[in-house]
T-cell receptor
Framework: GQNIDQPTEMTATEGAIVQINCTYQ??????LFWYQQHAGEAPTFLSY????GLEEKGRFSSFLSRSKGYSYLLLKELQMKDSASYLC??????????FGDGTTLTVKP | KAGVTQTPRYLIKTRGQQVTLSCSPI?????VSWYQQTPGQGLQFLFE???????NKGNFPGRFSGRQFSNSRSEMNVSTLELGDSALYLC?????????????FGEGSRLTVL
């Protein structure tokens, strides 16, 4: 089976940087996704990592270490609109997706 | 292009009834996957359909079933509803499938079982 752990809640200040960690245990790893979900809305895609290293996309970056079963999502220059739940999801080469329970980020002025 | 459309958005059922939810994917996407989201269990994978065939299945009882039509629209059915089936049911479409593709989620169907 698959096991994904991420912190339940985090709080940060507008303009700051926050790092949301995700650790996983799986067999047949085939990529890790990060999604953002605002309250009452559908999740939206943020990033995809399948190889080790850092993927940067504007204010958001995602890092993966397959040997450590570890990823993080880095959000820079935080804005109030970044307050949301951030979901880490792991895919296997059997085609199954497992989502973490999500990290609720609250950005304060 | 139009996004993923799910209907109905909200519905209320009673225990023992059955429900059918519909999902229309983004035009050109052949993969539709279904998820159950609850506060206690998070987002859990139900199944994926690709070109009318079920390609993967999560760990849900047989009361949960689905199908996909030739136009890629998908339906999921839950029979003999239980209180614990109350949840937000999300569908996602993808060009290449859940294994490698970015998922585009619909707004969801919120089911309440009384």
């Amino acid at each position: 089976g698959q096991n994904i752990d991420q912190p339940t809640e985090m709080t940060a200040t507008e303009g700051a940087i926050v790092q949301i960690n995700c650790t996983y245990q799986t067999s047949g790893f085939n990529g890790l996704f990060w999604y953002q979900q605002h309250a009452g809305e559908a999740p939206t895609f943020l990033s995809y990592n399948v190889l080790d290293g850092l993927e940067e996309k504007g204010r958001f970056s995602s890092f993966l270490s397959r040997s450590k079963g570890y990823s993080y999502l880095l959000l820079k220059e935080l804005q109030m609109k970044d307050s949301a739940s951030y979901l880490c999801a792991v895919n296997t080469n059997a085609g199954k997706s497992t989502f973490g329970d999500g990290t609720t980020l609250t950005v304060k002025p | 292009k139009a996004g993923v459309t799910q209907t109905p958005r909200y519905l209320i059922k009673t225990r023992g009834q059955q429900v059918t939810l519909s999902c229309s994917p983004i035009s050109g996407h052949r993969s539709v996957s279904w998820y159950q989201q609850t506060p206690g269990q998070g987002l859990q994978f139900l199944f994926e359909y690709f070109s009318e065939t079920q390609r993967n299945k999560g760990n849900f009882p047989g009361r949960f079933s689905g199908r996909q039509f030739s136009n890629s629209r998908s339906e999921m059915n839950v029979s003999t509803l239980e209180l614990g089936d109350s949840a937000l049911y999300l569908c996602a479409s993808s060009l290449f499938g859940t294994a490698t593709g970015e998922l585009f989620f619909g707004e969801g169907s919120r089911l309440t079982v009384l």
